[in-house]
């Protein structure tokens, strides 16, 4: 099982919105609506921000939205602020029963 | 409060044998897919595998296929991943995480703070 594609940075300027995007095939991101995404810290513990394509855990931000369309799943972050700075990294379930993750993404906030 | 602590830091050498620990509590352990999932610089976050404590149900992601053991004792809320002989390339950060309930698959809730496993001669 191969990792999801996502890009390896991206940037922003406060305020404004950033989206992440997260590539997959069929087995897994195309075939399933359950996309799940993570925020870390470096040194920290990964964090759910997002289940099942689009939905928020209790306690998180509403500026973190997501979708999905095809095969590839998107992260978007509304009004970035200096502490979204971190890596995100998605994963998918698949096909085989198991669950893969993204390559990560680490959001600069300029 | 739901929490999964891990054990401590582990330094082996290549060949050695290794059994790390993550301890659920504030939840019913038996009822929850524990996850494992590795962490190193170069490839980030890997789905390891996962375990049902309440029956020992485990998957593999294909790459740890055979190469690790998964298993719980649902008597001390305790998961485990264990290793027969480490290889250099298994030095890496492992994280256990809970699977939620509230996803319908594939979201894990709440982690474990990571163990650090270094495998040098």
């Known amino acids: 099982q191969s990792a999801l594609t996502q890009p390896a940075s991206v940037s922003g300027s406060p305020g404004q919105s950033i989206t992440i995007s997260c590539t997959g095939t069929?087995?897994?991101?195309?075939?399933?609506?359950?996309v799940s995404w993570y925020q870390q810290y470096p040194g920290s513990v990964p964090k759910l921000m997002i289940y099942?394509?689009?939905n928020r855990p209790s306690g998180v931000s509403h500026r973190f939205s997501a979708s999905k369309s095809g095969n590839t799943a998107s992260l978007t972050i509304s009004g970035l602020q200096a502490d979204d700075e971190a890596d995100y990294f998605c994963c998918s379930y698949t096909s085989s029963g198991t669950c893969v993750f993204g390559t990560g993404t680490k959001v600069t906030v300029l | 409060e739901v929490q999964l602590v891990q054990s401590g830091a582990e330094v082996r050498k290549p060949g050695e044998s290794l059994k790390i620990s993550c301890q659920g509590s504030g939840y019913t352990f038996d009822n929850y897919w524990i996850a494992w999932v590795r962490q190193t610089p170069g490839r980030g976050l890997e789905w390891m595998g996962t375990i049902y404590p309440g029956d020992s149900d485990a998957r593999f992601s294909t790459p740890f296929q055979g190469q690790v053991i998964m298993s719980a004792d649902m008597s001390i809320t305790t998961a485990f991943l264990q290793w027969s002989s480490l290889k250099a390339s298994d030095s890496a950060m492992y994280f256990c995480?809970?699977?939620?309930?509230?996803?319908?698959?594939?979201?894990?809730?709440?982690w474990g703070q990571g163990t650090l496993v270094t495998v040098s001669s």
């Open positions: 069929t087995s897994d991101v195309g075939g399933y609506d359950y």
């Open positions: 099942d394509v689009d």
């Open positions: 995480a809970r699977r939620s309930k509230v996803a319908v698959a594939g979201a894990y809730d709440f």
